[in-house]
């Protein structure tokens, strides 16, 4: 039997001649005394409850901070981890260009040197022809020369013998 705070205010106990009833009112009283000691034991039990539910509340709040942090951390690594790959990446492409540039400057330089090259050997070229034309015409000229020598030395021997031809007619 459950006794309210209301069943306590409206119990009433039969009058006697020398006034309540005593045994009624220990009855009463055992009554009381038990449901207040099951009522003790559960508000205790209760207590108890919260108390772990209120530990594990906290601890539950604790976590969630924790991992709140972490998630927080962990994305404000993910951003310094993406700026450092953004950083190092454009360093890398700033590299890349500047290699590329050198050895364009470098690929300039070459192209330049072997067009030298090149009208400096067009210039030997032709110097060389020349000096082969001169050579041949000059060797054309010796054999010219070679020849009329030829040609009057031809003619001198004619003479000569011709010369003797009539020398020798004329002594015989």
Known sequence: MRITPLDIQQKQFP???RGFDVEEVYAFLEVVREEMEDLLRENASLK???QRLEAQ???????????????LT??????DYKTNARKEAELIVKEAEVRAESIIKLA?????????????????????KEELKR?????????????????????EEEIVE??????DVTEE
């Open 162 to 167: 011709e010369q003797v031809e009539e020398e």
């Open 74 to 79: 962990a994305q404000q690594m993910v951003e």
């Open 48 to 50: 108890e409850s919260v």
């Open 57 to 71: 509340t906290k601890e539950h709040k604790d976590m969630e901070t924790t991992l709140r942090e972490t998630l």
């Open 135 to 155: 050579m041949v015409e000059n060797h054309l000229k010796m054999l010219e020369f070679d020849k009329e020598r030829e040609a009057e030395e031809e003619e």
């Open 108 to 128: 300039q330089e070459k192209v330049i040197k072997i067009h030298e090259d090149i009208v400096d050997l067009k210039g030997i070229r032709r110097h060389f």
């Open 15 to 17: 009058m006697k001649l």
